[in-house]
């Protein structure tokens, strides 16, 4: 090749790859300002020492759920509707943990190959979501109480 040609394709390249990379830009800074906004409520209320994970589910509605540490080292799950409402607390030792959830999704279905794991609300109470791919390439979203542990509901083959 001539070295024009490299250097046009080099040139494209870079620009495809810039492209690209403000694409994923722009679609993480909603989620980085969700994750901002809803840590700066939570601080009227609590001082967060550590974010352990912050979760963007849909149910029923939009909700944004933070796992946090309190200055105490105490773990706290905060849970707010997108659209307004009040943010409900939990103490840790109210909601099963993300791993337990996982393992009673483990025992009910066989081999769940667990992409994404969310806390939120469906019908007004704390629930942690599943995302499942299943071997046929579809996916399924199976739903557990987050206080129980009990199964909710299976959404399957989307």
């Not at 909601?95 to 996982?102: C, L, V």
Request: no cysteine; aromatic share 10%.
């Amino acid at each position: 090749m001539k070295r024009r040609t490299v250097s046009i394709l080099t040139l494209i390249l870079l620009i495809i790859m810039i492209a690209l990379l403000s694409v994923f830009m722009g679609s993480q800074a909603d989620l980085n300002r969700a994750e901002e906004e809803l840590v700066a409520l939570v601080e009227y209320d609590y001082q967060v020492k550590a974010i352990n994970d912050f979760y963007w589910t849909t149910t029923d509605r939009s909700y944004f759920s933070l796992d946090f540490q309190d200055e105490k080292d105490q773990q706290i799950y905060a849970i707010v509707a997108r659209e307004g409402g009040d943010i409900e607390y939990y103490q840790g030792d109210e909601i099963i943990t993300e791993m337990d959830a996982k393992s009673i999704t483990a025992s009910a279905i066989e081999n769940p190959n667990i992409i994404q794991t969310r806390l939120g609300k469906y019908q007004q109470k704390p629930i942690w979501e599943m995302t499942i791919k299943n071997s046929n390439q579809t996916i399924t979203y199976y739903v557990i109480d987050a206080i129980t542990g009990e199964w909710v509901q299976t959404i399957s083959n989307i």
